[in-house]
């Protein structure tokens, strides 16, 4: 049986990427708490959606059933797996371990599954890929541009090949049509890929130093007085900051800005707590350019009234916030405009 590569995003927000990276497992939500297992087909589960989404359009409840009839039935064991991550940033890669399962205490479908990769950033991957995860679908097979084998690649721990040049549109994401075949492009995801085209920018301009010196100049535009250490050893002291014509004001920060791959682990959480404290800080802010581990993010709410994280989403929110009052020299590395576009009348991302 050929092998496949299928998206599926874990949660608008990323409200089931826990559950997920935890239990090794995928789940799709669309609001189904019935059992599947007679479903065999996507019109026996059409009757489930429209029994879960009975004021849906016929269209979106169609749409919702082939997604689901996807992950059900068309999706086999063997199978490869991406889900972009909300919470953690990044991409996760995972091979599919077992048929649909039936659980009782999860709202949706679900499939265990091996995760190869939880933390490779998005801009591993080159643009045309990018395209195809920006799909806004909860589920959608990936098939064109060699995509399978670039992804192994990755999951592998090589690099994406590539496949000749990048498209000038996003094609990529793949979905069944009516009949269960493979039908038109589906609609992306626009502002994901204009992020992408950010975060790809920022790595490539933005890098060791740099990146510190982003953060103190957004830090600035809230409001802050910053002084940022030279680069070299710096004790964990990469920025301190604070309210005040001087600085001297609450909230006083501490901040530490790790870029390149560096993953954020539980110890350099445990460093800066420490760190406040010997500054007699009010708070510490951590920025990581390549995320956090899944250990550490769970600490958020723990640490919420003592420790800001900031991945890559994080960080660009804040950038964004307050691009028109970044020193014209940021903005000269990094030109943005804002653009207005329809969104779609149906949300096709019902997870």
């Known amino acids: 049986m050929t092998q496949r590569l299928w998206l599926v995003r874990l949660g608008r927000h990323g409200e089931r990427e826990d559950a997920a990276l935890e239990n090794n497992m995928l789940g799709i939500g669309f609001s189904l708490a019935t059992d599947l297992s007679a479903a065999t087909d996507r019109e026996a589960i059409l009757e489930h959606i429209v029994a879960a989404h009975p004021n849906a359009k016929t269209g979106t409840q169609r749409n919702y059933a082939a997604q689901v009839n996807q992950f059900v039935n068309r999706m086999q064991v063997g199978d490869i797996v991406v889900s972009p991550l909300k919470k953690q940033g990044g991409i996760a890669i995972a091979e599919v371990t077992g048929p649909y399962v039936y659980d009782g205490s999860v709202t949706g479908p679900t499939r265990p599954v091996k995760w190869l990769r939880t933390d490779v950033p998005r801009d591993t991957f080159k643009q045309d890929l990018l395209y195809s995860f920006g799909a806004i679908m909860t589920v959608c097979e990936v098939s064109r541009n060699d995509a399978l084998s670039r992804v192994l690649s990755v999951a592998n721990g090589g690099t994406d090949p590539g496949h000749g040049a990048t498209p000038d549109l996003p094609v990529q994401a793949i979905s069944p049509d009516d009949n269960g075949g493979e039908a038109s492009t589906q609609s992306v995801d626009l502002s994901e890929i204009a992020r992408n085209q950010i975060e790809a920018r920022i790595s490539s301009i933005f890098t060791g130093h740099e990146l510190t010196a982003l953060v103190a100049a957004i830090l600035e535009a809230q409001g802050y007085v910053s002084h940022v250490s030279p680069p070299g050893p710096d004790g964990g002291y990469d920025i301190v900051a604070g309210r005040g014509a001087l600085g001297f004001d609450a909230p006083r920060l501490v901040v530490q800005v790790k870029s390149g ?91």
């Open 261 to 351: 791959n560096i993953v954020v682990d539980h110890p350099t959480l445990q460093s800066l707590n420490g760190l406040i404290q010997d500054a007699s800080a009010d708070h510490g802010l951590i920025v990581s350019w390549s995320g956090f581990k899944h250990t550490v993010r769970k600490e958020t709410n723990r640490q919420y009234f003592r420790v800001r994280f900031w991945g890559r989403d994080e960080l660009i929110d804040a950038l964004l916030s307050v691009y028109v009052d970044l020193p014209e020299d940021i903005r000269a590395a990094l030109p943005l405009k804002r653009i207005w576009t329809l969104v779609p009348e149906d949300d096709e991302d019902a997870g």
